[in-house]
């Protein structure tokens, strides 16, 4: 996961390099720059179709037809991403004076598929770690500050494979909003989706979202929704390695619902 958010942060400076060359190339080879730089720096090809519109101030952006990312080499469940559309929109006159500001990215129906192998390769581990790529901890770009105002997905459809524990879960109708109002602040996200057809939603806050990026333990809300079921956990987590103290709330009355995501019958209980 540490080396998603590495190579998350290179490629905002690709984006940032890409946006910039709309001054000086049609907008056909920027698409053709940013595909190739991307796959320089991930391993991964990546595909822009459709028309690729440029805006210059007061916002800096870019909107694009379909775009896909290839999987790893390893998987044949087809592209580890693909959209209708693709917009991303950064504050100018902040990025003049050195700051880096996004002020939207959004994904119009993405379809994600995470996968981890049999022998614990996962395709969201790109750049470095033998994987292809040249992202690293000293490539230009990773660690860099920035702030995000709001990203969003709508209509969306996530898939999760364990081929070492034959677990396959897919999220459909999702909808999700992720807000980084400051980097070494907290980190907001909420969402939505279908799962075996019940409807979930989730809300969660990261505190420090600079120090999460690298695994560390922050302060953690999360609150999730399943039918008419609720859980929620306050404490402190991280992901590098999983862990997670605190206090956990659950009000499991909907047992109809619980039982339903997990594919078996609802406990006949007095």
Do not use: C
Not at 38 to 64: K, M, N, Y
Not at 184 to 207: D, F, H, I, N, R
Not at 221 to 240: E, L, N, T
């Amino acid at each position: 996961m540490r080396w998603l958010f590495r190579a998350l942060g290179a490629l905002l400076i690709l984006l940032l390099i890409a946006v910039g060359l709309v001054f000086l190339i049609p907008a056909e080879r920027i698409a053709a720059t940013a595909a190739q730089q991307f796959e320089r720096l991930t391993g991964r090809h990546l595909q822009i179709d459709g028309d690729v519109s440029p805006r210059f101030w007061p916002v800096l952006g870019v909107s694009t037809g379909p775009v896909t990312i290839a999987n790893a080499d390893w998987s044949d469940a087809g592209p580890m991403f693909r959209a209708e559309s693709l917009s991303i929109e950064i504050n100018a006159s902040a990025l003049l004076g050195g700051e880096v500001r996004i002020l939207g990215i959004r994904a119009t129906r993405p379809q994600i598929v995470l996968e981890r192998a049999r022998d614990g390769r996962e395709n969201w581990v790109f750049g470095g770690g033998g994987s292809g790529g040249e992202v690293s901890t000293t490539t230009p770009g990773v660690g860099r500050a920035y702030t995000l105002d709001e990203a969003l997905m709508t209509g969306g459809t996530i898939r999760f494979v364990d081929h070492g524990t034959g677990q396959d879960v897919t999220l459909d109708t999702v909808d999700a909003s992720l807000k980084i109002p400051d980097f070494s602040g907290p980190a907001q996200l909420a969402g939505s989706a279908v799962m075996a057809g019940q409807k979930v939603s989730l809300t969660a806050e990261a505190g420090v979202f600079s120090a999460f990026t690298e695994g560390r333990v922050v302060p953690l809300y999360v609150q999730a929704r399943i039918g008419g079921a609720d859980i929620s956990f306050a404490g402190r987590g991280g992901f590098g390695p999983v862990t997670a103290s605190g206090y956990l709330q659950a009000d499991l009355s909907d047992l109809a619902a619980l039982a339903a995501l997990a594919g078996a019958a609802a406990p006949d209980l007095p």
